[in-house]
């Protein structure tokens, strides 16, 4: 598993923020840039499809969080992943953000 990702991963499992040239958690989510590929429902781990995935490096991504968390689910598409992440349902229980696409910006 490459770096970046990998340190991506172990902010997103402790619910802390963290970003990366190109990938990113805000604790609750995951993004491959600006897309959306990880969310924490409960106790359950929802990922992307890898079919779903418009890059080499994003499916890189979505492959290695899927390693991570060996009970993850797959959602079919971006916006099954943001109906997750809106409903408001976490690591810890706090209210998720609107959920909308972000976009990622390397430099902070």
């Known amino acids: 598993m490459r770096k970046n990702i990998a340190s991506v991963i172990d902010a997103f499992h402790s619910q802390e923020r963290y970003q990366d040239k190109t990938c990113r958690t805000d604790g609750e989510r995951i993004y491959s840039y600006a897309l959306l590929i990880a969310v ?11 079919s779903e995935s418009p890059s080499r490096t994003t499916t890189g991504h979505i492959r290695a969080v899927m390693a991570a968390f060996p ?10 992943l943001t109906r997750l992440a809106t409903d408001g349902a976490n690591y810890g229980g706090s209210e998720a953000s609107n959920g909308a696409r972000e976009d990622f910006h390397a430099d902070g």
């Open 40 to 50: 924490c429902h409960g106790s359950t781990v929802y990922v992307l499809d890898p």
């Open 71 to 80: 009970g993850h689910r797959l959602a079919g598409e971006e916006a099954s």
